[in-house]
């Protein structure tokens, strides 16, 4: 069994930054083969993705983060990591860390393979 654990989060002032972290483990689990992602949900409403970064070091980003927010991994530290500067109150949310094989990322069994974390939450509010 994989298990993810999310740290990082708390109340920030509206401009502000936070450094999240997701530390993964599991038997068996090699964690560079791995796509990780970071997906967030604000009271009443949908869970939203935030970014990914895949076994290969590529990212991508959703639009209202893009140049906000940095996804990176440390594959020696089994851990992925999210810096958000020029946090807004928008970004209010607990934020979730996901863990997919990477050769299923994005693939009719993306959601069968992914393995959620409990959520750390964030809150921008002066």
């Known amino acids: 069994q994989v298990q993810l654990v999310e740290s990082g989060g708390g109340l920030v002032q509206p401009g502000g930054s936070l450094r999240l972290s997701c530390a993964v483990s599991?038997?068996?689990?090699?964690?560079?083969?791995?796509?990780m992602s970071w997906y967030h949900q604000a009271p009443g409403k949908e869970r939203e993705y935030v970014a990914s970064?895949?076994?290969?070091?590529?990212?991508n980003y959703a639009a209202s983060v893009k140049g906000r927010f940095t996804i990176s991994r440390d594959n020696g530290k089994n851990t992925v990591y999210l810096q958000m500067d020029s946090l807004k109150p928008e970004d209010t949310a607990v934020y979730y860390c996901t863990a997919v094989p990477d050769l299923y990322y994005g693939t009719s069994s993306h959601a069968e393979f992914t393995y959620w974390g409990q959520g750390t939450q964030v809150t921008v509010s002066s």
């Open positions: 970064i895949r076994s290969s070091g590529s990212t």
């Open positions: 599991g038997s068996g689990f090699d964690f560079s083969d791995y796509a």
